[in-house]
């Protein structure tokens, strides 16, 4: 199925500048996705800040962008940004997140949200390129529009 | 952002800042730190706060270490993405959740 970008931000140079999610625009081949947007928003707003924060943000050319598919029943996701590499042990690290138990913690929840809203994710730099592919498995039936 | 008003001796902090994320995380909880409260038991009312995310979290979660009170704090207003979010991270074990303010200030204090 051809669907469409979803959302493209280019960052500037501060995080204040940027309203991520500001805007969602779904293009998925005439269909209507049935999801759990609250999930999927919470979920990428997670991946979202990562990027800004550790990769993009600051880079007076950072730019970051989704991309939305749908394969084989699941929804699709890929975040990529051209920021600074994510660490060679991104995955690992993403694949041993907690389970939140710390409930007082102020930090490190956020591997752990992506986690409970995604069925799967890889996380991978190619070609000066960072890349999070998110799955998230859809409603068994969509709604031709 | 931040508005404070006193109610059967309970703080009442309303939260108006639509998105609490990690764009405004920070100031939000500076903005926090530099109120004066009242003693007495503290209600925070999230009617007007639409989404969350970790950052917001970790600020909320920084405000109740600094208020140092006896019970849990309660919480109210939380709008449905709020309150996933707070379902997916336990924060019932954190605040005492109630629908709405008034609901919560004719509750007694846990």
Redesign the interface.
């Known amino acids: 199925m051809n669907a469409g970008s979803i959302l493209h931000v280019s960052i500037r140079s501060r995080?204040?500048d940027?309203?991520?999610l500001t805007q969602l625009l779904i293009d998925a081949a005439g269909q209507v996705i049935q999801a759990d947007w609250?999930?999927l928003?919470?979920g990428l707003?997670?991946v979202v800040?990562n990027a800004?924060?550790y990769a993009v943000g600051g880079l007076p050319d950072g730019h970051l962008t989704l991309k939305a598919d749908i394969r084989d029943g699941l929804l699709v996701v890929e975040v990529e940004d051209n920021g600074l590499p994510m660490p060679s042990d991104t995955q690992s690290v993403f694949e041993r997140a907690g389970d939140?138990?710390d409930?007082?913690?102020?930090?490190g929840?956020?591997f752990s949200?992506v986690r409970?809203?995604f069925s799967d994710a890889r996380f991978r730099n190619e070609d000066g390129v960072n890349r999070v592919t998110l799955y998230y498995p859809l409603a068994r039936e969509t709604v031709p529009l | 952002m931040l508005t404070i008003t006193h109610a059967n001796g309970t703080n009442v902090l309303s939260i108006d800042v639509g998105r609490l994320d990690a764009a405004i995380a920070v100031r939000f909880k500076d903005t926090f730190l530099a109120q004066e409260l009242s003693p007495g038991p503290v209600l925070i009312d999230m009617t007007g706060v639409s989404f969350i995310d970790s950052s917001g979290l970790g600020a909320l979660i920084s405000i109740v270490k600094h208020l140092k009170l006896p019970g849990r704090p309660g919480i109210c207003g939380l709008q449905p993405s709020v309150k996933t979010m707070f379902s997916l991270t336990r924060m019932d074990r954190v605040f005492a959740i109630y629908p709405d303010v008034a609901t919560a200030l004719a509750t007694p204090a846990q």
Do not use: H
Not at chain 1, 103 to 107: F, K
């Open positions: 995080l204040e940027v309203g991520f609250i999930l928003e919470i707003a997670e800040n800004i924060k939140m138990s409930v007082m913690a102020l930090s929840r956020g949200l409970q809203c």
